[in-house]
T-cell receptor, first 112, second 116 residues
Framework: DAKTTQPNSMESNEEEPVHLPCNHSTISGTDYIHWYRQLPSQGPEYVIHGLTSNVNNRMASLAIAEDRKSSTLILHRATLRDAAVYYCILLNYGGSQGNLIFGKGTKLSVKP | GAGVSQSPSNKVTEKGKDVELRCDPISGHTALYWYRQSLGQGLEFLIYFQGNSAPDKSGLPSDRFSAERTGGSVSTLTIQRTQQEDSAVYLC??????????????FGPGTRLTVL
């Protein structure tokens, strides 16, 4: 399975933008890039996904490198509620049954 | 609408006892997944149900673990002869189709299992 590499932890100040990087140098042409996050004591929740083009939704933006070997999740204005572990995951039903393979993710701390 | 629900939220049991964990997926979702998360660890895939297909059991750690999904809806994860290393949060997720790269999984709040 294709793997991702993320920093173990990052810190941000409240109301500032946050850029969470993810490297996936072995990504295949049909792998989708998904981001989930897990707030303390909760199950993971979906954040955003993309294939090649940058994507925006109400939660975040996803910037995908032209060669697709890396991507960045962008939180435009961090809030205290955004403190969570963020997981970057590659999904390809052609290579698996669709279960998500979670790495260790990036633990984001947000300071007031 | 209602999300994925799991019961019980907490379960404390003695080593060697059997436990059953329940998951109610989002109505209409054909795919259902079980994961577990040990203290301070990442999420580990256990089993996956897709419609009427045979489940993918490739993540089950031992034959003490089993799961079923009745009527394509509710699922039960059973752990027989529990061991202390089974202590973890067991998470259930469901998704609409489970067969496309754009499929989104919706997670329940989890069941925290403690084996004494």
């Amino acid at each position: 399975d294709a793997k991702t590499t993320q920093p173990n932890s990052m810190e941000s100040n409240e109301e500032e933008p946050v850029h969470l990087p993810c490297n996936h140098s072995t990504i295949s042409g049909t792998d989708y890039i998904h981001w989930y996050r897990q707030l303390p004591s909760q199950g993971p929740e979906y954040v955003i996904h993309g294939l090649t083009s940058n994507v925006n939704n109400r939660m975040a933006s996803l910037a995908i490198a032209e060669d697709r070997k890396s991507s960045t999740l962008i939180l435009h204005r961090a809030t205290l509620r955004d403190a969570a572990v963020y997981y970057c995951i590659l999904l390809n039903y052609g290579g698996s049954q669709g279960n998500l393979i979670f790495g260790k993710g990036t633990k984001l701390s947000v300071k007031p | 609408g209602a999300g994925v629900s799991q019961s019980p939220s907490n379960k404390v049991t003695e080593k060697g006892k059997d436990v059953e964990l329940r998951c109610d997926p989002i109505s209409g979702h054909t795919a259902l997944y079980w994961y577990r998360q040990s203290l301070g660890q990442g999420l580990e895939f256990l089993i996956y149900f897709q419609g009427n297909s045979a489940p993918d059991k490739s993540g089950l750690p031992s034959d003490r673990f089993s799961a079923e999904r009745t009527g394509g809806s509710v699922s039960t994860l059973t752990i027989q002869r529990t061991q202390q290393e089974d202590s973890a949060v067991y998470l259930c997720a469901s998704s609409l189709g489970g067969t496309t790269n754009t499929d989104t999984q919706y997670f329940g709040p989890g069941t925290r299992l403690t084996v004494l």
